[in-house]
């Protein structure tokens, strides 16, 4: 950027034909307000400000929620005072279309809103659910002022009121002496739940390492729930984990004393086994399977391709076997 550019950017630069003089500065010059575009209704008593929701509310043309502190470019302009104080109004514009119109009050230190939204109403109510001190109004001063024994009541009120509060403050300042009676004790505790804190943290992390998994992952502490519902889900069937363990090793150690190749003896086994589970119509597929064997057996050097055979026929029965349990527990 050259330096006429520079000077150019920072509002400095003077035109030629400028005369401080006549046009005493660059706004009159320009015929330009020096809040610019914010200035425009300006004749109307109107400024352009950034105005912030003070507190929630609610819109009333699409009911979405305007959260405290969200910033609007807000109307601002005088409509009134109270006594020596103005009372200011702010219009402002939601995306959905709806103005909302806020102004302030100052007889009660708040702000109203007057359209286009409504305020969301909290929990706490009234000075007495917020434990704060309620202030009087004019009305309250002209009756304390004009009323003796209306002041003498209020009188008693706030000597008991005074009285309870100064017990409960001298309650509260007991007990912070007795927790900063010995500042080394509690810091010492302080400490102590800190080390388990991070005690804890890097065992959980160690544990991430060995399970392989990634740095975004966070692992949670062990809850004695979780542990529960595990052993609900995975041995529901009221199986203990010894007993499933050990069941699990046994079946593991079978099928490896198993040979890989499958033998006639153990197809005709299976064969066996399935006819005597199919019931009625296992028993015609048996002799119809065993007639088969024999005329397989009677052939010369084919006895393993009629034990295959057999094996085949042997899975159609299982698969029958199985078709007839379902029908008839449906």
Known sequence: MSSLAAVQADGFYHPPDFNPDVHKSLNKFHNSHPLRE??????????????????????????????????????????????STKIWQFAMRHHCGCIITIQTDPKRTEYIVVEGAKKKVEGIQTAAEAEVI???????????????????????????????????IALLQ????????????????????????????????????QLGLGPDVELLPDAEEDAQGAALAFFAHGRSDEAAKKQHEAQRESILKQSIFSSPHRIDSKHNSSSAAAGGRGSNSSSSGSRSGQLLAGRGGSGQRGGSGIGGGSSLQQRAAKLARLQGRV
């Open 134 to 168: 309620e202030l009087e109004d004019d009305e309250e001063k002209k009756k304390r002022a004009t009323d003796p024994l209306y002041r003498l009541e209020r009188g008693e009120e706030s000597k008991k009121r005074a009285l309870s509060t100064a017990q409960e």
């Open 38 to 83: 914010r200035a425009s209704k300006l004749d109307q008593g109107i400024l352009v400000i950034r105005f912030e929701v003070p507190y929630h509310i609610w819109c009333s043309k699409c009911h979405e929620k305007i959260a405290q502190g969200v910033r609007f470019n807000a109307e601002k302009k005088c409509i009134g005072q109270y006594h």
């Open 174 to 209: 007991d007990d912070s002496d007795a927790k900063h009676a010995d500042p080394y004790a509690a810091n010492r505790i302080l400490r102590a739940k800190l080390r388990a804190v991070k005690s804890g943290d890097r065992a959980l992390e160690k544990r991430r390492k």
